[in-house]
Each structure stands twice: as C-alpha cells, then as structure tokens.
C-alpha cells in the first residue's frame, strides 16, 4: 500500500459490531510512511482490563500506533484483532484524545452538544459531563478560549460523552502544570471503574508509575518490552527501557 | 458635457435630495445582487465542502474547473443565459427575458463557482485540522460538512462579500438578460454605462459613489463581525 493510500477516509455511519473487544491481539504489524518503516513488525497483546502505558523515546512510533488501534490508520502489513473485529469496526466504541486537543469554534457546552448529538447519545447530560471535568462554570464561554488544562479537560469531557469502551490517550498532559496533570489523570481513573479500558501514551514516568498496570515500552517502532507495572519500573528487562529509565538518551 | 466639478456636484445633490430614480435603480441592484449571493452560498458553500472533504476519481479536474470558472466573462454568461431564455431558447416558455429574475440566475451563475471555489479552500484547510478528530467521532460525511461549514462561519462572511463584490461591480451579464429597461431592470453598473454614453454624467457619478458606499458599507460590516468573532476565538 502507498503512503497516501494510508491515511484512510473517513467512516460513513459504518456499522459497529457488538462483540468484546479484548483481548487485543497485534500480529507482526508494520507501517511504512514517506519511505521509513515507522512500526517495524510489533508483535503484543493486550489484556481485558486495566490501564496499559505505552512509553518510549521520541519517534519511537507510540502515537501512530494509537492512530493504527483506533483504525485512523491502515497498516502497511500486518494484524490488529480488537477480539475478532478490524480496528475500523470498532472506532465508534473508542475514543481517542489527542496530545492537541481540537475542540471546534464554539462555546464549551456546544462542543459537548455537538458530539452528544452527532453519536445520538442522551443531550441531557452534558451538564453532568461538564460537572465531572470541572467546567460548568465555563459553559458559555469560547471553548478555543480554555487554558491548556481545561481543553483538555473538555476533550476528555467529549471523548467520555460517547461511551466509549477505550480510552486511547496521547499524552494528554504533555505541557501542563502539575496540578491540571493531576485533574486530568483524576477523570481518567474515575472512568476505569465504569469498566473503561485506557490505552495511555505518555513521556512522563511519574504519570506511567501512578497510572499503569501494564507497560509497553517502544523502541524503534518494535516492543522493546511489556511487562507489569511494578516489575517494568523495578527491574526493567531491556538496555532500552533501562537507560530511558535512568535519563540516558535511547538511539 | 459637463466638467468634473460640475458633475460632482450635481451628483451629491442628487444623492442627497433622495432623488427617486436613484433610489429605485438602488433598491433594485440590491434584490437582484443580494438574492444571487444567497442563491449563491446555498449552492456553492455545500459544493466547496463537498469538495474540500471529499476524495473521489477527478477531484483534482473539478478544482481546476472550479478555480477556472471563477474567471467567468460576464458577457459570455449573459450570452448563455440569454440564450436558454429567449423566446426560442429551452426555457423561453418561462417569459423570464429582461425581467429581474433573469438577472439574478445570471449572477448566480457567475458567482456561484467564486463562491464554491474559495469556500473550498477556507474549508479545506479548517478540514486539515479536524480531520482526524472527526474521524476518532465517526462523522459522516455531512456531520464533517454541517460541522464544518458552521466553524468556519465568520470566514465563509468574506466568502460570501467577494461573491457579492463581484454581482454588484459586474455589467456585462446583467445589460444583456436584463435588458437596462428603465424602471424595470435598470441596475447601477448597467445606468452607468448609459448615463456616461449619453454625457449625463452626473447620474453616472453619483450612482458611481452610492455604489462605492456600499462596497465600503458592506466590507466594513463583515470586517466588524469578524473581528468580534476573532475576540472569542471563533475564526
């Protein structure tokens, strides 16, 4: 497949199947783009419950793998099974948030009206959304208008508002002051009893200690390790993830 | 033939003693310009999005088309429309001929692709940036489009004023589906001509100011609402 050919098009209403979801299972998945192998031939395989972090340096391929398990892209090679169903089956019971938020030129409550409307989900409870990030008092105000922290909020607020069976979150937090981090993790941890899986990209080690279960460290577009939480920051099995750990530069 | 000065003079006076020709030669630019900008918007601003999200075999020949098209001659549009409304044209059973209605197809049609093709782009490059969004939402094709179309609101204002900018200015298509029949479909561009051909200049002029006011009016009050939308982050 070309590299334009890729960048897939938008799904038209499509049907979404109904089955599990998890495990997911990946199978010597590959992504080329402009020329360089970005997802070299990853092979892993995700559990039913928890929060998985996926870490690792710089082009190391973590956002384009969120891209590829949401269906936004079309691997070049390779295998991605959510349960026995294609990524682009499955989109609608997904969200993603995205390191930028993208919130659309409108008010904070119109944007949350927009996707409770456009997923035909109940228009009542965008107060209570609101409520939950923390944003009530800002209903009426220009969402392109919010600090950092509160976009983001309201990101999670939308990607929330379509109930979604994962949760893909590309470092959510990247550039906020601690305090809106921990606002941010806080609605994320609140979802996971509501039986959210949560897919977490992030650079930060705290944020991986306070929020993993699972960790999948990427290294050149290939699993470089996967391991549990505890044992992956205790004894991390591979040189990549051990100096990533330790503050030396991965190359 | 009178001097400039004199001329000048004379215009002002004519303007602002209300002068009821001028008044109705106004009125009726207006209609006819206005009602071919909104028949305009209504079917260039969902084809420029159509285009703008869509990814089909040609696209590329239809923006070249559409890029091609807004350099429509006046005259030529007149030329066709008067054909398809002439007496012995497909459409002459309408009677639409040298009436207002013929005025305002043919200035639909030549501003339409004005109107399709820089909608395109605004809509386009907004697209740029919500792409992936409305993708992880599974929007449909015409969620994208409403939503897209909406968000670019305040820009798609300036869409709308070139179009109008255009309808207003031009006189080839209107002085021929129309006709320039006093008190029936005498616009400003086409009294113009007339005035200045038979030395009646200052009519010319002062239709020439009125519709200089308007150009300035309208670009001032879409400059306004776009900078209030700018304030709250809505351009």
């Known amino acids: ?251 | 033939m009178q001097s400039i000065g004199e001329a000048l003079s004379l215009a002002l006076s004519l303007i602002l003693s209300g002068d009821a020709d001028i008044v109705e030669i106004v009125l009726l630019s207006l209609h006819v310009s206005l009602s071919a900008t909104i028949l305009a918007c209504l079917i260039g601003l969902p084809l420029g999005a159509l285009v703008a999200i869509g990814r089909f075999p040609g696209r590329n020949a239809v923006l070249i088309l559409m890029n091609a098209l807004m350099g429509l001659p006046p005259v030529v549009v007149g030329l066709l429309v008067y054909l398809y409304l002439s007496r012995s044209g497909p459409l002459g059973f309408l009677g639409l001929l040298y009436t207002p209605t013929a005025m305002i197809i043919a200035q639909t049609i030549l501003i339409t692709p004005i109107v399709a093709a820089l909608s395109r782009q605004v809509l386009e490059d907004l697209h740029a940036e919500y792409a992936d969004q409305f993708r992880s939402l599974c929007l449909t094709r015409l969620q994208s489009m409403q939503a897209l179309l909406w968000d670019a609101r305040y820009s798609l204002l300036t869409v709308g004023l070139a179009g109008f900018g255009r309808a207003v200015a031009e006189v080839g298509a209107v002085i021929i589906v129309g006709g320039n029949i006093d008190h029936l479909t005498r616009v400003m561009t086409t009294a113009i001509a007339l005035e200045t051909s038979r030395g009646e200049l200052a009519l010319a002029l002062a239709l020439g100011i009125v519709l200089l006011v308007i150009a300035l009016g309208v670009n001032a009050a879409v400059h306004s609402v776009r900078l209030t939308a700018a304030r709250q982050a809505y351009v």
């Not at chain 1, 049907?15 to 080329?32: N, Y």
């Open chain 1, 1 to 251: 497949m070309s590299d334009a050919a890729a960048m897939i098009a938008a799904p038209e209403a499509q049907a979404q199947d109904t089955g599990p979801l998890l495990p997911l299972r990946i199978g010597a998945l590959t992504l080329r783009l402009g020329g360089a192998t970005v997802i070299d031939n990853l092979d892993l395989t995700l559990g039913t419950t928890g929060c998985t972090v996926i870490m690792g340096p710089n082009g190391a391929g973590k956002s384009l793998l969120l891209k590829l398990l949401h269906g936004l892209l079309e691997p070049t090679s390779g295998r991605i099974a959510w349960g026995e169903y294609a990524p682009a089956q499955v989109t609608a019971r997904q969200a993603l948030v995205f390191q930028k938020p993208v919130l659309l030129r409108r008010s904070v409550a119109a944007n949350l009206d927009f996707v409770l409307r456009a997923r035909a989900k109940d228009a009542g409870r965008r107060d209570a959304l609101l409520d939950h990030v923390g944003l009530a008092h800002k209903a009426s105000q220009p969402a392109r208008l919010l600090s950092g922290g509160e976009a983001q909020r309201l990101a999670l607020a939308r990607a929330l508002a379509t109930d979604p069976e994962i949760l893909f979150l590309d470092e959510p937090t990247a550039s906020l002051d601690p305090v809106a981090v921990l606002k941010i993790e806080d609605i994320v941890i609140k979802a996971r009893p509501a039986g959210v899986r949560v897919i977490f990209v992030t650079h930060d080690i705290g944020q991986a200690r306070r929020m993993a279960d699972d960790v999948v460290f990427l290294n050149r577009g290939r699993v470089a390790e996967h391991s549990p939480a505890a044992a992956f920051f205790a004894h991390p099995s591979s040189t990549a993830a051990r100096d990533y750990l330790n503050g030396r530069i991965v190359v």
